[in-house]
């Protein structure tokens, strides 16, 4: 099974663009976990010197997407909340983990806990996902 979830993270991987252009990184992969990381730039912060909250909300929601992937094939997100709990400053190395932690045939429930270099919990992040239908490739 392990081969299994790596192969299908490194291939959703593969055809993300955001995660490549943002500079994040897979950390860790297992079944129903995947740990990404993503370090603060000086753009990524907002006019109080941390980073803004969309780049936190991004990092959690692609380790959810990989998470998810894991366990549903073609997961679709049907809903995502975060909490933010203390501010990144430029040059924080952020790290989601997420982790299913209910699955029924068609839905999971994703819990991602966003913490800094520190290890203090910056944000915490909980969603849904749903079975999605294959992705349809452009026939022309």
């Known amino acids: 099974m392990t081969d ?3 192969r299908t993270v490194a291939a959703l ?3 993300d663009a955001t995660f490549h252009a943002q500079g994040m990184t897979v950390e860790s ?3 129903g976990r ?3 990381s993503l370090t603060v730039r000086a753009d990524m912060t907002n006019g109080a010197g941390v980073a803004h909250g969309a780049w936190v909300f991004m990092v959690a929601d692609t ?3 990989y998470a998810a ?3 549903l094939p073609n997961a679709l ?3 995502a909340d975060i909490r933010f709990h203390r501010p990144a400053p430029a040059g924080t190395r952020l790290v989601a983990e997420a982790e299913v932690v209910t699955q029924t045939r068609s839905t999971l429930l994703i819990d991602v806990v966003v913490s800094n270099d520190a290890g203090h919990r910056v944000a915490s992040f909980r969603g ?3 079975a999605g239908r294959p992705r349809q490739t452009d026939p022309s």
């Open 29 to 31: 992969v297992a079944d």
């Open 13 to 15: 991987n593969d055809q």
């Open 69 to 71: 992937a894991t366990r």
């Open 128 to 130: 849904g996902a749903r």
């Open 77 to 79: 997100t049907a809903d």
């Open 4 to 6: 299994d979830v790596q």
């Open 63 to 65: 380790a959810f997407g």
């Open 34 to 36: 995947v740990s990404i």
